[in-house]
Nanobody
Framework: QVQLVESGGGLVQAGGSLRLSCAAS????????MGWYRQAPGQPRELVGV???????NYADSVKGRFTISRDNAKNTVYLQMNSLKSDDTAVYYC???????????????WGQGTQVTVSS
């Protein structure tokens, strides 16, 4: 059974920081790219950033220089360090184990349940 469990969300003042964690089980974590996404009320879900299995990272322009994604394959955990938070960062944050294909199989993507981040101005 695949589980992705986010934690670390909460209420923070503008300019503050939060660190989100996503603990994965039931997947070959080290082989997966892991993504962070967010969804604000009334808005579509958007990509925050993705870290590849090899550690390459891409960020959305809106978070570059403020957010940092990292992973610990020994702990099957991916992190999102969020600094200089703005009210526009208020959203539910989701982690995603991205789909991938090996030579013989295709493995689907999986989503976590999300964690609320609220930034007060």
């Amino acid at each position: 059974q695949v589980q992705l469990v986010e934690s670390g969300g909460g209420l923070v003042q503008a300019g503050g920081s939060l660190r989100l964690s996503c603990a994965a089980s039931g997947i070959t974590f080290s082989a997966r790219a892991m993504g962070w996404y967010r969804q604000a009320p009334g808005q579509p879900r958007e990509l925050v950033g993705v870290i590849s299995s090899g550690g390459n990272i891409n960020y959305a322009d809106s978070v570059k220089g403020r957010f940092t994604i990292s992973r610990d394959n020994a702990k099957n955990t991916v992190y999102l360090q969020m600094n200089s938070l703005k009210s526009d960062d208020t959203a539910v944050y989701y982690c995603k184990a991205e789909s991938y294909s090996s030579l013989v199989s295709r493995f689907p993507a999986y989503w976590g349940q999300g964690t609320q981040v609220t930034v007060s101005s």
